[in-house]
C-alpha cells in the first residue's frame, strides 16, 4: 500500500483559493466604511457593516488570484529576495561559521559554559535572520566536541538547534516572520519589539536551563542520556569523525589567514576569523541595527525627533544634500527603504571581499533564487485575501469576528489568537505563508477588539515558533535529528516538557502585556 504523502504548501493554498472562491459563490458580500478609505492600511470602522452586491469568484479570478497576489505584495517579495542574496552574500564569506567556530575554538575545555554562549548566538541568528536551515553545518562540529566532553549527542545538537529555534519564536525583526507579517498588518516591523525582545530573553533563559540541567546529569551519569543504548556506538562514530576534522584542520598555518585568498579563507572558516570576516561581521551586524533604528517609529510614538533633524541636516548641506537624494529619516522607513539598506550591504561586502562583479552577480542571484519559493508561496497566499476581497467576503468574515468576539476582553482575544496561530502552523508549517494568510483577517479583527495589531504578530511568532520546534514536517528538525542520530520519538518525549512550559509562560507573558498596553 503506498504510503500517504502531505501535499506541498503551495497546493494546500492553492486548494484553498479554489475553497474560498467556491464560498463566495454562498457567503453574503459585505463592505466596512474606513477610518481613512486613502490610507495604505485600511482600518474598518466598528458597526458599519453593511451587505453589497454579490460578486461570485469563478475559474479565471482563481487562477489569476496568485498574480494578482504577487503584485499585491511586490513590496515584501522584493525585500525577501535581497535579503536572500544579502545572505547569501555574507555566508559565502564564511564570517558567520568563522565567528561561531571561534568562539567553539576558545572554549575548548569550558564546554559546559560554552552552552549559554552557543544557544544565544544561535538565538541572535534565529531573532535577526530567522537562522534555521543554516545551523545544519553546524552540528557536525559542535555534536563531536560535546559527546569527547562528556556529554551525549541530544546536547550538542540542542545547542545549536533550540538555540536557533528560540530565537525564531521570539523573532525580534526576523524578516520572513515578523517582517511579512507586519507588512500585511500594515505596522511597522519596530511596533511590539520591547515585547518580542522579552519573550526571547524569558524562553532563552528557561531553554538554557533545561539543557543545562540535562547535560550536566548525563555528564554525572551516562546512563541518564535518552540515547544512552547508543553511547559507545555514537563514541565511535562522532569521534572519529572529529579526529578527521582535527587532522584536516592541521594541513595548513592559521598564522598566514590575513594573506589567503578568499577561497582558502573560506576553507579555515571553522578556525580563525580573518580581518575580513570581521569587517563583514560588522557590515552584517551595522545592517540589521540600522534596521531596527529605521522601523522603530521614533517621532511619531515617542516624540524624539534626532533622526529627521540628522537627516534635515545632511540632505539640506548644498551638493552633498543633492547627492545624497531624498533620504527617508530613520524611524519611518518601510520595505523599500530596508531593500535599499540591504542592497547596499551586499554591495559593501562585494568590496571588502574583492569579488570581481561576475562573482558577486552570481552569488547574489543564486541567494535571491534560493528563497524564490518564500516569495512565490508569498504571492499564492496573498491570492487568498485577493479573492475574498473582490469577492466581498472579507468584510463579511470581519464582521463575524466582530459579533463573535465583542465580548471578549483582549486578554482572552490574544491567547485565543496564539493558540489559533499554534493549530493553524500544523496545517501551514511556512512561517511566511502563515503570516500572509492569516494577518489580513486577524489584524483588523484586533481593530475591534482593540487589542494592537503588534500583539496580533508577536502571538503568531511566538505560535509558530513553538510548533517548528517539534513538527515532523521541518526539514530542519528531522536533518538535525539523523546527524545526531536521535529518534524522533525519542527526542519529542524528551523536549516535551520544556514545550509545555513555554507555551504557558508566552501565554502569561502575552497577557500581562495586553493588560498594560
Known amino acids: 500500500m503506498k504510503k500517504l504523502k502531505m501535499p506541498s504548501a503551495f497546493t494546500i493554498l492553492f486548494l484553498i483559493i479554489v475553497v474560498v472562491a467556491v464560498l463566495t459563490w454562498i457567503v453574503p458580500a459585505g463592505a466596512y466604511d474606513y477610518v481613512d478609505e486613502t490610507a495604505s492600511t485600511l482600518e474598518p470602522v466598528p458597526g458599519t457593516y453593511r451587505e453589497i452586491e454579490s460578486n461570485p469568484q469563478g475559474i479565471w479570478e482563481v487562477l489569476q488570484a496568485p498574480i494578482a497576489g504577487f503584485f499585491d505584495a511586490v513590496d515584501i517579495i522584493f525585500f525577501i529576495l535581497v535579503i536572500g542574496g544579502f545572505l547569501a552574500v555574507v555566508t559565502d564569506t564564511g564570517a558567520i561559521d568563522a565567528g ?38 553546524f552540528y557536525v562540529l559542535i555534536i563531536p566536541i560535546f559527546i569527547a566532553a562528556g556529554f551525549d549527542s541530544v ?23 515578523t517582517g511579512i507579517a507586519s507588512g500585511f498588518a500594515g505596522i511597522s516591523i519596530g511596533e511590539g519589539i520591547v515585547l518580542r525582545i522579552v519573550i526571547l530573553a524569558a524562553a532563552m533563559a528557561v531553554s538554557i536551563f533545561f539543557v543545562m540541567r540535562y547535560a550536566k546529569k548525563v555528564q554525572a551519569d551516562p546512563s541518564l542520556s535518552i540515547v544512552a543504548a547508543m553511547r559507545e556506538e555514537n563514541e565511535r562514530h562522532f569521534l572519529a569523525q572529529r579526529e578527521n576534522q582535527a587532522d584536516s584542520g592541521n594541513s595548513g598555518s592559521i598564522a598566514d589567514t590575513e594573506e589567503k585568498s578568499g577561497e582558502e579563507e573560506q576553507t579555515a572558516s571553522l578556525t580563525a576569523l580573518s580581518g575580513r570576516q570581521k569587517a563583514i561581521l560588522t557590515v552584517f551586524g551595522l545592517c540589521f541595527l540600522v534596521m531596527i533604528l529605521g522601523v522603530i517609529p521614533w517621532a511619531e510614538k515617542f516624540d524624539i525627533y534626532l533622526f529627521e533633524n540628522i537627516n534635515a541636516f545632511l540632505t ?6 543633492t547627492v545624497l ?60 485575501t485577493v479573492v475574498m476581497n473582490d469577492g466581498g467576503m472579507t468584510a463579511t468574515i470581519l464582521h463575524f469576528g466582530e459579533e463573535s468576539l465583542k465580548s ?38 484586533a481593530d475591534f477588539v482593540g487589542v494592537g495589531r503588534d500583539l496580533v504578530i508577536t502571538a503568531y511568532a511566538a505560535g509558530s515558533g513553538i510548533v517548528n520546534l517539534i513538527t515532523p514536517t521541518s526539514g530542519v528538525l528531522m536533518g538535525a535529528l539523523a546527524i545526531g542520530r536521535i529518534p524522533y520519538g525519542t527526542f519529542l518525549k524528551w523536549i516535551l516538557k520544556l514545550i509545555v512550559f513555554l507555551f504557558f509562560l508566552i501565554l502569561v507573558i502575552l497577557s500581562i502585556a495586553t493588560v498594560i498596553a
Do not use: H
Request: proline share 4%.
Open 100 to 137: 561561531i567556530g571561534s568562539i567553539v575554538n576558545r572554549f575548548r575545555g569550558r564546554e559546559t559554559a560554552m552552552i549559554p554562549i552557543l544557544m544565544i548566538l544561535f538565538g541572535l541568528g534565529g531573532t535577526i535572520f530567522g537562522m534555521s536551515e543554516e545551523t545544519i553545518a
Open 155 to 177: 546536547t550538542g545538537m540542542a545547542v545549536v538547534f533550540i538555540g536557533a529555534g528560540i530565537g525564531c519564536l521570539g523573532s525580534t525583526v526576523n524578516p520572513f516572520a
Open 325 to 384: 537624494g531624498r533620504m527617508v529619516p530613520l524611524g519611518e522607513w518601510w520595505f523599500s527603504d530596508i531593500t535599499v539598506l540591504f542592497l547596499f550591504g551586499s554591495l559593501l561586502c562585494a568590496f571588502i571581499w574583492r569579488w570581481n562583479e561576475s562573482r558577486f552577480v552570481e552569488l547574489f542571484v543564486n541567494g535571491a533564487r534560493d528563497l524564490l519559493g518564500v516569495a512565490l508561496i508569498i504571492g499564492v497566499t496573498r491570492g487568498i
Open 408 to 445: 471578549l476582553s483582549g486578554v482572552a482575544f490574544v491567547d485565543l489568537s496564539y493558540i489559533f496561530f499554534l493549530l493553524l502552523s500544523f496545517l501551514v508549517p511556512s512561517s511566511s505563508g502563515l503570516a500572509a494568510l492569516s494577518m489580513p483577517i486577524m489584524a483588523p479583527i
Open 316 to 321: 539640506g548641506l548644498p551638493v552633498l544634500g
